[in-house]
């Protein structure tokens, strides 16, 4: 398997411009998650999904981020309009079923690197 | 979850173990103890988790206490390419609770020649 496959790598976009952040995760993974870094903050757990849908989205930032998870092979993650103080790293992980399995773990993609201007 | 406690940096010499701590001392009974790392520029990777035992794999060993109360990652024999920050985490296994992995700050290990 080629592991969680994060698109793009890098994104530059002017403020106000629609942002969109795109994850395919680990095929047979029911659990999937956005997370967001930055220097200031470290990693912030933004949304996560179970089985397409979200189960917990208490970090999404304010209303301009929107997560969908249409089916089990995609998710995005949007912004919109985009602000510079969204400038992050935008990691999305998967994670296979039985999360009360004590083999239970995460795996991560390399993220997509965010630049508002 | 328990919240985690680790030192903000340390440094190891390459080819010595290097022994990272992380203090855990509200973790319950159900919680698991799991490590993870983030070489720059790159995404956390699993490095190894456990309950209560001790535990072994291809990249590192875990020691927990018999409190359960801290824990110890010990990478044996230290590379350059081990420089990363190392982030400990506690999360419970129940299911039908959060199935989150919630980062703290971690520690930036520095392994030099």
């Known amino acids: 398997d080629a592991g969680v496959i994060q698109s793009p790598r890098h994104e530059v976009t002017e403020m106000g411009q629609e942002v969109t952040l795109r994850c395919k995760p680990i095929s047979g993974h029911d659990y999937l998650f956005w997370y967001r870094q930055t220097m200031m903050r470290g990693l912030e757990l933004l949304i996560y999904?179970?089985?397409?849908?979200?189960?917990?989205d208490s970090g999404m930032p304010e209303d301009r981020f929107s997560a969908k998870m249409p089916n089990a092979s995609f998710s995005t993650l949007k912004i919109q309009p985009s602000e510079p103080r969204d400038s992050a790293v935008y990691f999305c992980?998967?994670?296979?079923?039985?999360?009360?399995?004590?083999?239970?773990?995460?795996?991560f993609g390399q993220g997509t690197r965010l630049t508002v201007v | 979850d328990a919240k985690t406690t680790q030192p903000p940096s340390m440094d190891c010499a390459e080819g010595r173990a290097a022994n990272l701590p992380c203090n855990h001392s509200t973790i319950s009974g159900n919680e698991y103890v799991y490590w993870y790392r983030q070489i720059h520029s790159q995404g956390p990777q699993y490095i190894i988790h456990?309950?209560?035992n001790n535990e072994t794999n291809e990249m590192a060993s875990l020691i927990i206490t018999e409190d359960r109360k801290s824990s110890t990652l010990i990478l044996p024999h230290a590379t350059l390419r081990d420089t990363a920050v190392y982030y400990c985490i506690v999360r419970s296994i129940v299911t039908g609770t959060a199935s989150k992995l919630t980062f703290g700050t971690g520690t930036r290990l520095q392994v030099t020649l």
């Open positions: 992980a998967s994670s296979p079923t039985g999360t009360g399995s004590p083999t239970w773990k995460a795996f």
């Open positions: 456990g309950l209560k």
């Open positions: 999904f179970n089985n397409n849908v979200p189960i917990d």
